[in-house]
């Protein structure tokens, strides 16, 4: 119970905007539990006539009888509607009528349709409530994961993010589409069952029903099994998901060496686990009915040999066991909802730990818009860290506008983190960072990476059109103001050569391009955002000697009139920097010119010396 309650309350605030069609579905799905009683009565009342029919005499004393007993209005009801059948059914000691051929024939088939149509009109609304709920789930579950910090993502494998929205939200997806259907029905089920075997024969129903609640024995055994297996499969399907991301996205490294066994067996590992409780859970869940039944057919036998030994007459036994063999097929349908109710539970609990999270990096209640930038970027006092590794101490740095920065270091210096804090990835640890006087956490997100644009190593193509790429940096771009950017950034004449133009859907991490060429797409982004800060991390690094110098064209054509901070490998690229900076363990130990720098012969002059750079 404590499971069904946490999914309930985490997807009811999703739900209740569809309460129209969840209302029809629930009042349906009672409709049909309720109807199911009317087998019990059909079977006995056919059965009945079989018989010859009794005296009126005897019918009224067992009228008064009823009477007697409390059950008149159930009575009357009874009579009524068995008049208007009297001359649809046929009876043993009349004559047969095409009416009663035709009434004998379809009158069950008639109860199921009617049982049918309510059942299937109950499913519809409550799956279409929980299918655009999930979908709402699934929505969210993505937004908030992109509102989180970098932190979080560093923590995470990307299989995490995958398994919340496919398998988490998927196994909430099965319970709300057929759980809660069946939640609502089979219970009313078993009520109307119940009840309508008392009203037949009250000291069968005791002896029917005694074996009814030993039924919940295997389902709290099977549905705890469950749970543990969803956690292990929950957890391996993560590890699963970030491995083939790792593989598939890698796949010439690991051609390169030979590590293609290597990596097949890191797959074997995970999916022999993913096995083992698989077949746990199948074991589980296939021990779960026998269990059920042999209980269900003990009560059967007991009946049985109850009918013997009071001598009941057979249309009340077969009514009576109508009812029997329809009550255990709602108990065995409420261990398949408790299955999906277990499985679901995790998923809750991996989507609720998402949605639990809380970003490290957030805008203040009611943040000002950050104004075009006109003065100067500062740091002031800065420290930040890593968990306990100190990254930045007591950094200060001014960058007037206009002026164009070059960063450099060694790997770890802290170059990196400059520009995360500058983009407010990351909030110092101490001090603050400004932009014309305002600390950057008083103002929105938006205006203040509006103000930058970013060009980086790690170069981001989305599987979409050239034209949608080179958008991301405007969304709002118009066509001439996409080509003006890609021109701007020396690709319009290969775009012009693709297959479709600016049209050309990229592929997944634009595998259609080239290293260059892909880099000359971030910069024609960069362009269209016509940002007045520009920071280029390690912008070149990964291209080679021809590649670089195509998009160092374009970078430089990039820089004019912006305030430019770069964070450079290569120091050659630097040689237009107005002021370099050189970082060591979190602090500025060198600042000036490139050539002062050289001449100077400390750490710059050393890193140039290992790159072929000398003073000239």
């Known amino acids: 119970m404590e499971n069904i309650r946490k999914i309930l309350k985490f997807g009811w605030p999703y739900a209740r905007q569809y309460w129209v069609r969840l209302s029809l579905g629930i009042f349906l799905g009672v409709c049909f539990g309720a109807f199911n009683a009317s087998f019990v009565w059909g079977s006995k009342t056919l059965f009945e006539r079989l018989e010859e029919p009794k005296a009126e005499v005897q019918v009224a004393n067992q009228s008064n009888i009823m009477e007697n007993a409390g059950g008149t209005r159930i009575q009357k009801l009874n009579q009524s509607i068995l008049g208007k059948l009297d001359s649809w059914l046929p009876q043993v000691g009349r004559e047969l009528t095409y009416q009663q051929i035709v009434g004998g024939i379809f009158f069950l088939p008639l109860l199921v349709g009617i049982?049918?149509?309510?059942?299937?009109?109950?499913?519809?609304?409550?799956?279409?409530?929980?299918?655009?709920?999930?979908?709402?789930?699934?929505?969210?579950?993505?937004?908030?994961?992109?509102?989180?910090?970098?932190?979080?993502?560093?923590?995470?494998?990307?299989?995490?993010?995958?398994?919340?929205?496919?398998?988490?939200?998927?196994?909430?997806?099965?319970?709300?589409?057929?759980?809660?259907?069946?939640?609502?029905?089979?219970?009313?089920?078993?009520?109307?069952?119940?009840?309508?075997?008392?009203?037949?024969?009250?000291?069968?129903?005791?002896?029917?029903?005694?074996?009814?609640?030993?039924?919940?024995?295997?389902?709290?055994?099977?549905?705890?099994?469950?749970?543990?297996?969803?956690?292990?499969?929950?957890?391996?399907?993560?590890?699963?998901?970030?491995?083939?991301?790792?593989?598939?996205?890698?796949?010439?490294?690991?051609?390169?060496?030979?590590?293609?066994?290597?990596?097949?067996?890191?797959?074997?590992?995970?999916?022999?686990?993913?096995?083992?409780?698989?077949?746990?859970?199948?074991?589980?869940?296939?021990?779960?009915?026998?269990?059920?039944?042999?209980?269900?057919?003990?009560?059967?036998?007991?009946?049985?040999?109850?009918?013997?030994?009071?001598?009941?007459?057979?249309?009340?036994?077969?009514?009576?066991?109508?009812?029997?063999?329809?009550?255990?097929?709602?108990?065995?349908?409420?261990?398949?909802?408790?299955?999906?109710?277990?499985?679901?539970?995790?998923?809750?609990?991996?989507?609720?730990?998402?949605?639990?999270?809380v970003p490290s990096v957030q805008e203040r209640k009611n943040p000002s818009e950050l104004k075009s930038f006109r003065g100067q970027l500062e740091f002031e006092g800065v420290e930040f860290s890593y968990g306990d590794k100190a990254v930045l101490r007591e950094f200060d740095l001014a960058v007037a506008k206009g002026m164009k920065l070059g960063v450099v270091g060694e790997s770890g210096a802290g170059k990196s983190t400059l520009v995360s804090l500058l983009l407010r990835f990351y909030d110092p640890t101490k001090g603050r960072v400004a932009i014309d006087g305002m600390d950057i956490r008083e103002v929105t997100f938006e205006s203040l990476r509006g103000q930058m644009a970013l060009v980086s190593q790690e170069v981001v193509i989305f599987d979409q059109t050239v034209a949608d790429n080179i958008a991301c940096g405007k969304l709002d771009a118009s066509r001439e103001e996409i080509v003006a950017a890609a021109k701007a950034a020396n690709a319009h004449e290969f775009i012009e050569g693709l297959p479709e133009g600016y049209d050309t859907r990229l592929g997944e991490q634009g595998s259609r391009l080239s290293g260059g060429q892909r880099q000359r797409i971030a910069i024609a982004r960069a362009f269209v955002r016509q940002a007045p800060i520009l920071i280029l991390d390690e912008a070149t690094a990964a291209l080679d000697s021809k590649a670089e110098s195509e998009v160092q064209g374009a970078i430089d054509r990039l820089e004019e009139g912006r305030t430019v901070v770069c964070v450079a490998h290569r120091l050659s690229t630097l040689r237009g920097m107005d002021k370099i900076i050189v970082l060591k363990e979190g602090r500025v130990v060198e600042e000036g010119g490139f050539a002062g720098l050289l001449e100077r012969d400390g750490v710059f002059a050393e890193m140039a010396r290992k790159q072929g750079l000398v003073a000239s």
Not at 186 to 208: K, M
């Open 115 to 357: 049982r049918a149509g309510i059942g299937y009109a109950s499913i519809y609304f409550l799956g279409w409530v929980g299918e655009y709920t999930v979908r709402d789930i699934r929505i969210e579950a993505h937004r908030k994961l992109q509102t989180l910090s970098m932190d979080y993502f560093h923590r995470k494998q990307i299989g995490d993010h995958t398994m919340v929205v496919n398998r988490g939200a998927g196994s909430l997806h099965k319970c709300m589409t057929y759980g809660i259907a069946d939640a609502i029905k089979e219970p009313f089920t078993i009520v109307s069952l119940v009840i309508a075997l008392f009203i037949l024969d009250w000291q069968l129903a005791l002896f029917g029903i005694l074996f009814t609640p030993l039924s919940a024995i295997p389902i709290v055994i099977v549905g705890k099994k469950l749970r543990e297996m969803a956690r292990v499969v929950y957890e391996k399907g993560a590890e699963q998901d970030s491995l083939m991301m790792e593989v598939y996205s890698n796949m010439r490294t690991i051609k390169a060496y030979c590590l293609e066994s290597v990596q097949s067996g890191r797959f074997k590992s995970i999916y022999q686990k993913l096995a083992r409780a698989g077949m746990k859970s199948l074991q589980a869940r296939h021990l779960q009915n026998p269990a059920i039944e042999i209980m269900s057919l003990t009560g059967a036998g007991i009946i049985i040999v109850f009918v013997f030994y009071t001598g009941k007459s057979v249309p009340q036994l077969v009514g009576f066991m109508t009812g029997m063999i329809m009550l255990y097929q709602p108990i065995k349908k409420l261990g398949q909802i408790n299955q999906y109710y277990q499985e679901a539970s995790v998923g809750v609990g991996t989507l609720q730990e998402v949605f639990d999270q």
